[in-house]
């Protein structure tokens, strides 16, 4: 008999371990449903993002400014597309709609504020809407000098204590790995309601535009080496958080891939990059090559498999510590 891929995140029945994490693909219905269709067991829309609703309020403020000038305004082409404008939230809103109307899987809404009280609102927009879950995207970088770590923390713990108490649904918090101590930081999350972390995101750095000397964003998609990071904090937070939902998240590009962050204690792992590369039938690849490997190393299950190379499970737990950069340092030098 063949294994068993089902796996359970954020409380959540899933038909196997790999789920398509926010991008291009989960923000439209078709490539929603040809990720569904290749195999993925839940997906993540894309982020609200809090700056891309304050733009749009100001464009719409300006275009009923541009107007009031005008005696014919209220009849003019202007006042109907004032009137037909559809600001962000209401289309992330229009988005989880369709995607619980059309999909089988669950729909988990991703939400990235700036401001108390944001966070919430947002949440339980998407919440009202159908959303499965709640992802925290803390997208920030700390380039406030006059604020210390614990400014920095503190403030992250008040919005996932504000979230966990303005939605029911299960919630998830996507965390970078810059921080003084990660696995503080991890428990602490959990301790103020997170069902799960999601490990880890990406920060893409800006380039500099020589011709226009302009700031510029760049976009570089995960490898698998990439995955090496999430690993050792997956191997190093199943242990100490035992009840909570683990997914991998950067890197995750074969059924390898998800075999080694299962191992380590993850529940799920997320991908993206390695479908815009390969198309959302790629997704059926890494399953078929996840069931292949476990029939082939007589496991019965995903179940089976999780955790078993956690930090807690391995002869030598050091090595997801200092142990491996002293063993390559040493190797390096001989």
């Known amino acids: 008999m063949s294994a068993d891929l089902t796996t359970r995140y954020l409380g959540l029945e899933l038909s196997g371990p790999i789920m398509a994490s926010a991008g291009p693909l989960t923000g439209t219905l078709d490539g929603l449903r040809a990720l569904e269709d290749a195999g993925a067991s839940a997906v993540v829309l894309p982020s609200l993002f809090e700056e891309d609703v304050i733009e749009e309020e100001l464009h719409l403020a300006d275009l009923l400014d541009d107007g009031e000038g005008f005696a014919e305004f209220a009849s003019a082409p202007?006042?109907?597309?004032?009137?037909?404008?559809?600001?962000?939230?209401?289309?992330?809103?229009?988005?989880?709609?369709?995607?619980k109307a059309a999909l089988g899987i669950p729909v988990i809404a991703s939400v990235n504020a700036a401001h108390p009280g944001s966070w919430e609102r947002y949440a339980t927009i998407l919440v009202e809407a159908g959303a499965d879950a709640i992802e925290l995207n803390m997208y920030s970088v700390a380039a406030d000098a006059s604020e210390s770590a614990a400014d920095v923390e503190s403030r992250k713990l008040d919005i996932v204590s504000a979230v966990r108490a303005a939605v029911t649904v299960p919630l998830t918090v996507k965390l970078s790995p810059f921080y003084t101590s990660v696995a503080h930081f991890a428990a602490a999350v959990v301790g103020r309601g997170a069902d799960g972390l999601v490990l880890f995101n990406r920060f893409y750095a800006p380039d500099i535009d020589l011709d226009t000397l302009t700031v510029r964003p760049a976009l570089t998609l995960s490898e698998s080496d990439d995955l090496r990071l999430p690993l050792r904090w997956l191997g190093i937070l199943r242990p100490q958080l035992p009840e909570?939902?683990?997914a991998a998240s950067s890197g995750v590009h074969t059924g390898a891939d998800a075999l080694k962050a299962l191992l380590v204690g993850a529940d799920v792992a997320c991908t993206t990059s390695s479908v815009l590369r390969r198309g959302p039938g790629h997704v059926t690849t890494m399953l078929a090559e996840v069931r292949a490997w476990l029939d082939a190393n007589d496991y019965e299950?995903?179940?089976?498999?999780?955790?078993?190379?956690?930090?807690?499970?391995?002869p030598d737990p050091a090595g997801f510590?200092?142990?491996?950069?002293?063993?390559?340092?040493?190797?390096?030098g001989r």
């Open 78 to 99: 202007l006042s109907e597309a004032a009137a037909d404008y559809v600001l962000e939230p209401e289309r992330h809103v229009r988005l989880v709609e369709r995607a």
């Open 244 to 246: 909570t939902s683990l």
């Open 301 to 314: 299950s995903v179940r089976q498999l999780r955790g078993s190379m956690s930090a807690a499970s391995v």
């Open 321 to 332: 510590e200092r142990a491996q950069y002293r063993a390559i340092v040493t190797t390096l």
